[in-house]
């Protein structure tokens, strides 16, 4: 009978955490994505308001209107720059998220290595226990013949 092999719950729970880890992960792409598509929407709303602006300023606006658009575009761009922080510390979550990941896959791997080896081994003693089965029953088989002649 095959023995289990002793480390096989830390090979399991290392592959739990490893599973934990790849979700966690594709949450953190998921939200890094949320994020950079925000940025993208403040850069290209700022760039249309912007457009706005010197098309009033060419065809000629009040000073009340100068500073509400210059006033709007300063809030927008300090929004832009609150989100493009936002995303560099998405950005670091995300590679934190990938290294761990890594982690735990290398120590999945660590436990398969020593499963396998262990299996390679129960299969080796299996093997000879039943060539020593085999040889024995030959042999008696063998002394039987040998003395009914």
Excluded: C
């Excluded at 575009?73 to 995300?94: F, G, N, P, T």
């Excluded at 999945?108 to 000879?128: G, M, P, W, Y």
């Amino acid at each position: 009978m095959t023995e289990q092999f002793p480390l096989q719950p830390l090979l399991d729970l290392a592959n739990n955490r490893m599973d934990d880890a790849a979700r966690r992960l594709g949450e953190l792409i998921a939200s890094d994505r949320a994020v950079e598509e925000k940025l993208a929407l403040l850069v290209e709303y700022r760039q249309e308001y912007q457009a706005r602006f010197v098309e009033a300023a060419r065809n000629g606006i009040g000073p009340d209107a100068w500073r509400n658009y210059s006033a709007f575009l300063a809030k927008l761009d300090e929004a832009i720059a609150h989100q493009q922080s936002v995303v560099s510390e998405s950005k670091r979550r995300v590679e934190q998220g990938q290294q761990d990941w890594v982690d735990q896959r290398n120590k999945v791997k660590a436990f398969d290595t020593l499963s396998h080896r262990h299996q390679t081994q129960q299969a080796r003693k299996e093997a000879k226990q039943e060539q020593r089965l085999t040889d024995e029953h030959a042999a008696k088989q063998f002394r039987d013949r040998t003395g009914e002649e």
